[in-house]
């Protein structure tokens, strides 16, 4: 049988397939990670939303279950400082929404959970030694990159822009993930911050490759064989998924987002800061289209979402996404419902196909 | 030598290479067009800034200088009814750059000259009977399309969604061009206004291709024969380029665009309407960045462009861009700076060397 004409991920990484399952906090479950690695591909864990402890637990569940090469996924930004005013304006904002589901604005809430790479996540880091260390929004200091580069994992970072990419491989990473605007969730971005001016996967990916080096991942609007053929066309030597593995039954989501996801069309999402204080393209929903998609009153990253558990709360328990992120791509259509291990070899097979039916004649 | 796959486009078209030179209002010129038919592409005229007059010399001098295929390109926008209100308060914003540039903001203007497709324009197809005829903007009145069809025209037209390619197959056009967000000049956007939601291209194409049974031409991102073995990937058909042949000589334009597009990046565009007001893809300059990119305040297509002449006149003169639409799409890195037949052969010739070298082994 034929094989994926580019080898450089799969040798750096150790995998036999060119599909990277993409992390996301949250919803990426073990078993996903497990069938993920265990089909070819590479499985990746993400942490954002995971303690220390429960990251370790997590890490020794997978490494029990497969033997093949993982990725593990933090996110790298910087906790802001406390902002009380900015924290009080934006509980004023929600506060008419608390007001109609029963709830009191003034009742304390929690912080909003997604932790950054930290000396004790590289502890964890370095007793599991995953094959793959993945970062989001840019790298961590440089001590800790160290640290993780000294473990044996080779290090990779998403980039929104070429200028981001060329950052990222002056800084140490083996690969680079060139993440389109058609990808869900969080952007990567980190050098830039104008959502206006982020760039389409067929445009970011051939800049990336001609700008970098260091062998290129491409994602954002792939969920079929097609995309990750025409990545491969573009110069990308893997791809890497997320939206297609939410479909998945291995995949941890509210009912609400589940609901969202399958009737999800081309033009059904937007790219919102209103759930964490960092851009991320998700299903529009009655949140981002009162206050957002951009708002200006959101507070810094990751301090958005605690003041939001109570009514979000609310509403699942009532089946309606008022307020909850429904994370997801521009393909989401496209994608298919079966396993993660099915859907990581039937992406490669689907891939090969298209390779093999649209050759030149 | 090995051919491209996909004859639906070449045999719908009568062309040999499954590359269509966009229409570029103001850019293209008669020798671009022929330049791109001479090469066995689909040269494309546009006459949204032309007049019947103009367009029928034009027509005549392509007609006389090559017998291949031509496309002419309409907008099929309808005209607003006059708004004095919406015109003065557009003014009074640009008053401040009238005093700067030592104009006085109260003279008078010529109105915005971009003319939607009618009867008149009807007879010219009817003179010159071109073997394409593509819209921007929907489609005309149906009174119009049926006039069009008669005279044997293949009828395309653009979509920014699957909706849009949709609506356009059951209104009768044989092909669609499913036109990702990376694409510079105006969205084609119809059904949808809402900027928030557009598609890249990587996400639309295959998503369109589902949806219709028509062939799709893919465009937006695509400057080099990776984007077009890209696009092939995803299921088009054929691929329409515009940003690549504004590098030509054969092009048009000041040269504050020129250089805006020599050194224009991956991430130095966004969509704004300020110029004409309907959202359109640019390299982000002083208006953009001080009014928009997307702006209220800007008075309803085509009506914005007059006002704006007398400052971009003067601003063009001092070598400024301030005011000037430097339309462009966001793989204008990727451009190569031949004539426009050798970048219709060259697009074709690399994407055959792309399918070529990157296949399963």
């Keep these: 049988m034929k094989r994926w004409p580019d080898r450089r991920i799969l040798d750096l990484f150790g995998i036999d397939l060119p599909i990277i399952q993409a992390p996301m906090a949250g919803a990426t479950t073990v078993d996903m990670v497990v069938a993920a690695a265990e089909a070819g591909g590479l499985g990746s864990l993400p942490s954002a939303q995971l303690s220390v402890a429960g990251l370790r637990e997590a890490l020794g569940e997978v490494r029990a279950l497969t033997k093949a090469p993982i990725n593990v996924n933090f996110f790298s930004h910087v906790s802001p400082p406390a902002d009380p005013a900015a924290q009080m304006r934006w509980r004023a904002l929600l506060a008419p929404y608390y007001v109609e589901s029963d709830l009191n604005p003034a009742e304390s809430v929690a912080g909003a959970g997604r932790a950054p790479f930290d000396a004790l996540f590289c502890e964890v880091v370095e007793e599991f030694r995953p094959e793959v260390v993945s970062f989001h929004f840019g790298l961590p200091e440089t001590t800790l990159v160290q640290r993780v580069k000294a473990t044996g994992a080779k290090i990779v970072s998403s980039a929104t822009t070429v200028a981001e990419a060329v950052w990222l491989e002056a800084n140490g990473v083996?690969?680079?993930?060139?993440?389109?605007?058609?990808?869900?969730?969080?952007?990567?971005?980190?050098?830039?911050?104008?959502?206006?001016?982020?760039?389409?996967?067929?445009?970011?990916?051939?800049?990336?490759?001609?700008?970098?080096?260091?062998?290129?991942?491409?994602?954002?609007?792939?969920?079929?064989?097609?995309?990750?053929?025409?990545?491969?066309?573009?110069?990308?030597?893997?791809?890497?998924?997320?939206?297609?593995?939410?479909?998945?039954?291995?995949?941890?989501?509210?009912?609400?987002h589940a609901d969202a996801l399958a009737s999800a069309g081309d033009d059904s999402t937007a790219i919102t800061n209103v759930f964490t204080g960092r851009p991320a393209r998700g299903v529009v929903n009655r949140l981002m289209r009162e206050l957002g998609p951009l708002s200006d009153t959101v507070p810094a990253f990751p301090t958005a979402g605690g003041v939001l558990a109570p009514i979000r709360a609310k509403a699942e328990a009532a089946s309606r996404n008022d307020f909850t992120n429904l994370w997801a791509?521009?393909?989401?259509?496209?994608?298919?419902?079966?396993?993660a291990a099915e859907l990581t070899r039937n992406l490669y097979q689907a891939a090969l196909d298209v390779l093999d039916s649209r050759k030149p004649v």
Excluded: K, W
């Design 174 to 256: 083996d690969a680079v993930i060139a993440m389109g605007i058609e990808a869900g969730g969080h952007r990567g971005n980190f050098l830039t911050h104008d959502m206006a001016t982020q760039v389409g996967t067929m445009a970011l990916v051939p800049q990336v490759v001609d700008a970098v080096s260091i062998p290129v991942i491409a994602a954002g609007g792939i969920a079929d064989g097609r995309g990750v053929a025409a990545a491969l066309m573009l110069g990308a030597a893997a791809v890497q998924v997320g939206t297609a593995y939410l479909f998945c039954p291995e995949a941890r989501i509210p009912a609400v």
């Design 329 to 339: 791509g521009q393909a989401a259509r496209l994608a298919s419902r079966v396993g």
